[in-house]
């Protein structure tokens, strides 16, 4: 505590009420203690021509900042943000040719591949094969557009999903990108294009 406030008194004011001739210890021990907090009092010493928030003097803020180490809930630290590992994928076409030349360029990659051509059979294959990543067809047989991807994104919030379409308008990709897909795949496409979407995955 700095000699020239060690031995000043000061008037505290709140509202209508106050203490007089608190000594600075007193005063600096209660703000410590939170007895007197941001907002609330008011105080006048020799030397200041009115009464003054306390937080706004520099011999008082120090006491405050003390209070706010110990008090407030420290900011929660950053996650590491590793790169995902991708090795199990789920295709999930109506096309079932399709379906296996994926499999076959992904295979021949090292990747892991399974495949299913309805909703149905890809809930199965999400709960057998637990994958990393789904490529996903827009449209399916039994299932309206994006309502089999708005259920994996809310079961399966984990997995990872490339919505791959002919159908893909701007406001359908608007649409999967609110319900958190990863990338968006344009039929026709060609392997290179899909191994870079998928390698982005890899590194997010």
Same mark, same amino acid.
């Given at each position: 505590? =700095?000699?020239?406030?060690?031995? *000043?008194? %000061?008037? /505290?004011?709140?509202?209508? &009420? ?11 021990? %209660?703000? !410590?203690?939170?007895?007197? !907090? ?5 105080? %006048? ?10 937080? &706004? ?31 199990? /994928? ?12 994926? @499999?076959?360029? *992904?295979? $021949?990659?090292?990747?892991?591949? @399974?495949? @299913? ?8 294959? /999400? ?6 990543? +789904? ?22 919030? $984990? /997995?990872?999903? +490339?919505?791959?379409? &002919? ?8 649409? @999967? ?13 060609? =392997? $290179? ?12």
């Amino acid at each position: 505590m =700095p000699e020239k406030i060690k031995d *000043l008194r %000061w008037d /505290i004011r709140k509202g209508y &009420a106050g203490y007089r001739s608190v000594s600075t210890p007193v005063l600096t021990k %209660w703000i !410590k203690e939170g007895k007197i !907090k941001r907002g609330e009092v008011e105080v %006048w010493r020799s030397g200041l021509s009115g009464f003054r928030r306390p937080e &706004a003097l520099d011999e008082l803020k120090p006491y405050f900042e003390i209070w706010d180490k110990k008090h407030l809930p420290e900011k929660p630290k950053e996650k590491i943000r590793r790169p995902k590992k991708i090795r199990n /994928i789920l295709v999930i076409d109506d096309e079932k040719d399709l379906c296996s030349l994926i @499999a076959e360029v *992904l295979s $021949e990659k090292k990747y892991t591949v @399974a495949t @299913a051509n309805t909703s149905r059979q890809g809930i199965s294959r /999400i709960k057998k094969n637990k994958p990393d990543l +789904i490529l996903l067809d827009l449209k399916l047989p039994d299932v309206k557009e994006t309502e089999f991807l708005s259920r994996i994104r809310k079961n399966y919030q $984990e /997995i990872s999903v +490339i919505m791959i379409s &002919a159908y893909g308008t701007e406001e359908i990709k608007k649409e @999967a990108k609110k319900l958190g897909v990863s990338g968006f795949v344009d039929k026709p496409f060609t =392997p $290179e294009k899909l191994l870079k979407e998928i390698r982005k995955i890899s590194r997010k």
